[in-house]
């Protein structure tokens, strides 16, 4: 019913900056929050940065500062800046939605496929 698709992954050179987009399509009443997550080899996915509708961002410690989180209501989409990148930003990255499908229903957690970023000279 929801698809969430990013764009933007790739190679990039420490201090470098990459940008990632994510769009939700399908059958969507309400999205309550957006956000990145991401899992390197051996750890855990792990939370990078959410927005809400309302604009309220979130981010983890290691990332702020450097990431930005953004939100088009509109396009029902979410982007990130990724600024003075580093070996350890290098994960596969994952677009995450909050969303409610129709009226009535309840919100429900949407996964990307996910986006490889790798940060190397």
């Known amino acids: 019913q929801v698809q969430l698709v990013e764009s933007g992954g790739g190679l990039v050179q420490p201090g470098g900056s990459l940008r990632l987009s994510c769009a939700a399509s399908?059958?969507?009443?309400?999205?309550?929050?957006m956000g990145w997550y991401r899992q390197a080899p051996g750890r855990q996915r792990e939370l990078v940065a959410t927005?809400?509708?309302?604009?309220?961002?979130n981010y983890a410690d290691s990332v702020k500062g450097r990431f930005t989180i953004s939100g088009d209501n509109a396009k029902n989409a979410v982007y990130l800046q990724m600024n003075s990148m580093n070996a350890e930003d290098t994960a596969v990255y994952y677009c995450?939605?909050?969303?409610?499908?129709?009226?009535?229903?309840?919100?429900?957690?949407?996964w990307g496929q996910g986006t490889q970023v790798t940060v190397s000279s």
């Open positions: 995450n939605a909050v969303v409610r499908v129709r009226i009535g229903f309840p919100q429900t957690n949407y």
């Open positions: 399908g059958s969507i009443f309400m999205i309550y929050v």
């Open positions: 927005v809400t509708t309302g604009g309220n961002t």
